[in-house]
């Protein structure tokens, strides 16, 4: 379980850098390229959803971690990881606490199909070099909206088995410690019993 943990945050290290660092870097130099500075500041405000949809998935699963029951953790999962539809995911209150891949990704598509948008109505793709530039970055908003959301679903699995095999170990303690009171008990009992007027069933 531990590498998959580690394994999740690799792939969360490199978007960081892919998504992040690069773009940003990219921004500083395009000072006088507004295609680039347009690309950069999208993959920026990207990463900035997503860092707020991982801290917002930490205190949930904090949560999860400390709910006594399971209808605890069953209310919680429902309110937070319920399957909606998609203009539900997308509604400002209903899809406000939903933290399902489904509504993340359904999110994150519709604003890289803005910035895809945003892109195609550039004024200045008339240049061979401008259009090559437009294409390639729409591109790699798509292969990083993919990375995105498959690390995010990896990181939520992950968490949520590694919380259900820490329950699932936790109760299986419960159960030997029972079955040793339950032993000691039965050794009290007499293993012949005397004056008995037969050894068979009746």
Known sequence: MRSKLIGASLISLALIITAVLIPRVNA???????LAKMVAEYHVSMNTEVDQQLRKLKTILDQLAQAQTAKERTA????????????DCRDAKLGKDNLSVYCFGLKLNDRKQDFASLIANYGDLGNAANREQALAAIAQAELVLGKTVNAYSQILLSQIYHQENLLALDAAKDLADHLEDMEAEVKLLPIKFTNVSTTKCQ
């Open 76 to 87: 919680i999962r429902t309110k937070h990881f319920g399957k909606l539809t998609d203009s």
């Open 28 to 34: 500083q130099r395009a000072t006088n390229n507004s």
